[in-house]
């Protein structure tokens, strides 16, 4: 069995897109647009030299356009502080009394919850909103007003 060169490109375009659905990886799409490039310059008669070329810039050349858009967008924050992740970011808690070492043990959502202070100065009583989790522990900020 004698396959064609497009063929062969786009069974490497397949193989690209499947690995990158099994590990997440962007990247690997980049590289099948350029698999993809070569199988069309296959189906347009091209050597093979230029089929490799034209695979090369274009995936090439989209990884590192990608990677330069990826680095000029902001860090997403630590899971611990991501609101995406910890729904309860945001949420305000009353807290009675803070212990010497900036702990506190609250009530919210009908459960009794560690707390540490993370905000500028010393804790004080009242109302604190919650900007991260470490663990089974709130960390927590005094509301801004």
């Known amino acids: 069995m004698d ?6 490109w786009w069974l490497a375009a397949g193989a ?4 990158e659905l099994a ?9 099948a647009l350029g698999a993809a490039t070569g199988a069309l310059a296959a189906h347009a008669g091209l050597a093979g030299t230029t089929q490799v070329l034209a ?3 274009l995936g090439g050349g989209a990884v590192v356009l990608w990677h330069l858009r990826r ?3 902001p860090a997403a924050p630590a899971a611990g502080a991501n609101p995406d992740i910890h729904l309860d970011i945001g949420s305000t808690v009353q807290v009675a009394q803070w ?3 900036g702990s506190a043990r609250v009530s919210y959502r009908g459960a ?9 100065g010393q ?3 009242g109302a604190h909103v919650i900007r991260g989790v470490d663990g089974n522990c709130l960390l927590v900020a005094p509301v801004q007003h």
Do not use: I, K, N
């Not at 690209?16 to 690995?19: E, I, K, S, Y």
């Open 99 to 101: 212990s010497a070492d």
């Open 71 to 73: 680095s000029r967008q």
């Open 16 to 19: 690209l897109v499947a690995a």
């Open 23 to 31: 590990t997440g990886t962007f990247y690997l799409l980049m590289l």
């Open 123 to 125: 804790p004080r009583p």
């Open 55 to 57: 695979a090369a810039l």
């Open 3 to 8: 396959w064609s060169a497009s063929t062969l």
């Open 112 to 120: 009794a919850w560690d707390v540490r202070h993370v905000g500028a």
